[in-house]
């Protein structure tokens, strides 16, 4: 299986920066798409942004130009660098991957806990 665990969340007041962080573990074969999810209180959970292992990125339109999704293969982690945010942005945001194990040759979508993301004045 594959394990992720994020990071990086926290406070911030409008017009502020976070970068949250994502790190893979377990029996990886491959991180085919690695993304970041945001869900609100009593709100659907909603697609953020993805990247591909060859870097192609996607982007939400609500938080295109802001943020900004990176990865670093070595380290099996993918980053979201969050600038200008706005109240709307509170949420917790959740790490995602398509991915591979070297325990099952089919890929898989597996999931992190969450970390909790305020924007406020």
């Known amino acids: 299986q594959v394990q992720l665990v994020e990071s990086g969340g926290g406070l911030v007041q409008p017009g502020g920066s976070l970068r949250l962080s994502c790190v893979a573990s377990?029996?990886?074969?491959?991180?085919?798409?690695m993304g970041w999810y945001r869900q609100a209180p009593g709100k659907e959970r909603e697609l953020v942004a993805t990247?591909?292992?060859?870097?192609?990125?996607n982007y939400a339109d609500s938080v295109k130009g802001r943020f900004t999704i990176s990865r670093d293969n070595a380290k099996n982690t993918v980053y979201l660098q969050m600038n200008n945010l706005k109240p709307p942005d509170t949420a917790v945001y959740y790490c995602?991957?398509?991915?591979?194990?070297?325990?099952?040759?089919?890929?898989?979508?597996?999931w992190g806990q969450g970390t909790q993301v305020t924007v406020s004045s």
């Open positions: 995602n991957t398509f991915a591979k194990s070297t325990t099952w040759g089919s890929a898989a979508i597996y």
């Open positions: 990247i591909t292992n060859n870097d192609s990125t």
């Open positions: 377990g029996s990886i074969f491959s991180l085919y798409v």
